[in-house]
């Protein structure tokens, strides 16, 4: 476990929901990825992000899927992609991410509570 935060460290990571448009393989990078675009509703629009979610996922089976995202980290540059959100995720007993997300629809840009 890491060290204790206080609430209000907790509150200035913004993590919304938003749905993936696009999907499609990301042969650049350095380990295996996807290139996501993420609609996050009309306060912050569409996303770029990489992910390397490969094992358990394909581009097509992504698409029109919702997922966790945190939205206030600053841009970062992974190849040629300008990754603007960081896609949330857990890594499974082999180390492979599996993708965040709620077990119900909730509309694009709601921030978790």
Known sequence: ???????ADFERVDIRVGTIV???PFPEA????????????????LKKSSA????????????GRQVLGVVNF???QIGPVRSEVLTLGF???????????????????KKLM
């Open 74 to 76: 600053p841009p970062r």
């Open 1 to 7: 476990m890491n060290e204790t935060i206080t609430f």
């Open 22 to 24: 696009e999907a499609s």
């Open 52 to 63: 390397q979610i490969t094992v358990h996922y394909t581009p097509e089976s992504l698409v």
């Open 91 to 109: 890594e499974d007993e082999a180390g492979a991410i599996v993708l965040s997300a709620t077990d119900k629809p909730v509309p694009n840009g």
């Open 30 to 45: 350095r380990k295996p990825a996807i290139k996501l675009v993420i609609d996050f509703g009309p306060e912050i629009g």
